[in-house]
């Protein structure tokens, strides 16, 4: 257990630091150095994550290969022709990951400090090792999105099949390049009343899910799972294990405070593009008030990660001011959400702990020292 809190801790610190220096200085070495550390940690991990042996095992079964999508099969086919560890496509997940993550704020690298902070607290990264493929195809969206702010269709249009190759699921996304930039009222009373709203319906629409699992998994792309309604509803991203019922009240006060920001932050950082990761950002809290807990949960990959960006600028807008009403705040929140990361890792969340390095003969393949 102890290399597990060394692990996450160090790469935390060792991700803000550079992206820090980053954001400083704007050389290209420090992505650079997140994207290779980043592969290495994460993607030399050993049993880490709950889907860690299916990926590793389908990657050493050519027979398996024909029932993914064609552009993941299509890797996975060509490394073990030619005879690779299965631990490459770990490798080649983490580094698809935190390469299209650390581009997406290439134009506004100073938010990418917090954006590595929450990447941790909202415990994506673990999320990011389960769903291995799902986590490519959102990175690949979420860096898709300058491409709508640009106006630049092709490029859009083209990382919409890439992710999709990888898992089909993003091919509605591509409707978002036409409906993302058109305006909406963006009062925040009508903000907090949609935000509330959302709990209220909540509970009538998860009685409705559990009730029909099996149709709408099919419905949504993930009829390969619906046979196994059983299976679906012990799918649970939200569980008491990651401490939930503390963080929803926690996530609850910081979105609260985001919408209460929302006319500093779009009017701040329009250049940026904020207003349509934020529009992707409270379609996710309202999903995740309704469906949160839920199989669904797998739909709100695409849009409650977004939350890492907006709180990234929240925070960062914050940390500008130097009056202790706005550095409360700061502190409040990062003790928080810190907290409730290592909560889950403590109670090994999504198979997040203990934490081993595959067995390559200069990585232990045990934690005997540690433990």
């Not at 919409?160 to 993003?170: G, R």
């Not at 939930?244 to 940026?272: E, R």
Request: hydrophobic content about 50%; proline content about 3%; overall charge positive.
């Amino acid at each position: 257990m102890f290399l597990a809190y060394y692990v996450y801790n160090m790469l935390l610190i060792v991700l803000i630091f550079l992206a820090y220096q980053y954001a400083m200085t704007g050389k290209r070495a420090f992505p650079y150095m997140i994207i290779g550390i980043f592969t290495l940690v994460i993607g030399l991990r050993y049993k880490v994550g709950d889907d860690y042996l299916a990926y590793t095992g389908f990657f050493s079964n050519p027979k398996l290969f024909p029932d993914m999508e064609y552009g993941f099969t299509s890797v996975c086919r060509f490394f073990h022709s030619m005879g690779f560890h299965p631990i490459t496509i770990i490798m080649l997940v983490a580094l698809f990951e935190i390469y299209f993550f650390v581009r997406t704020f290439q134009k506004f690298k100073f938010a990418l400090p917090w954006a590595f902070f929450f990447l941790f607290t909202t415990l994506e990264l673990f999320i990011w090792n389960n769903a291995l493929r799902q986590s490519v195809a959102f990175c690949i969206f979420l860096y898709s999105i300058r491409f709508i702010h640009e106006r630049r269709f092709i490029p859009y249009a083209l990382l919409i099949v890439l992710a999709a190759s990888i898992h089909k699921t993003a091919y509605p996304l591509a409707v978002f390049y036409f409906v993302l930039n058109f305006r909406v009222r963006d009062d925040k009373l009508i903000q907090y009343a949609l935000f509330f709203g959302t709990f209220v319906a909540g509970a009538v629409l998860k009685e409705f899910i559990f009730a029909n699992l099996g149709t709408i998994a099919g419905s949504i792309g993930f009829g390969d799972a619906a046979s196994n309604v059983d299976y679906l509803k012990t799918l649970d991203w939200s569980n008491s294990k990651n401490s939930m019922g503390i963080a929803t009240f926690i996530w609850m006060l910081l979105d609260m405070s985001v919408i209460w920001m929302y006319d500093k932050l779009k009017n701040a950082y329009s250049h940026t593009g904020f207003e349509l990761y934020y529009k992707l950002y409270f379609i996710g809290i309202m999903l995740q008030n309704c469906i949160g807990g839920t199989y669904l949960d797998r739909v709100n990959m695409y849009f409650l990660p977004f939350r890492i960006v907006i709180y990234a600028f929240f925070m960062y807008e914050l940390s500008k001011k130097k009056d202790v009403l706005y550095r409360a705040p700061i502190a409040f929140f990062c003790m928080l959400t810190y907290a409730l990361c290592m909560w889950a890792v403590y109670n090994h969340a999504a198979t997040s702990s203990p934490y081993e390095f595959v067995d390559l003969g200069f990585f232990p393949s045990k934690q005997t020292f540690f433990d």
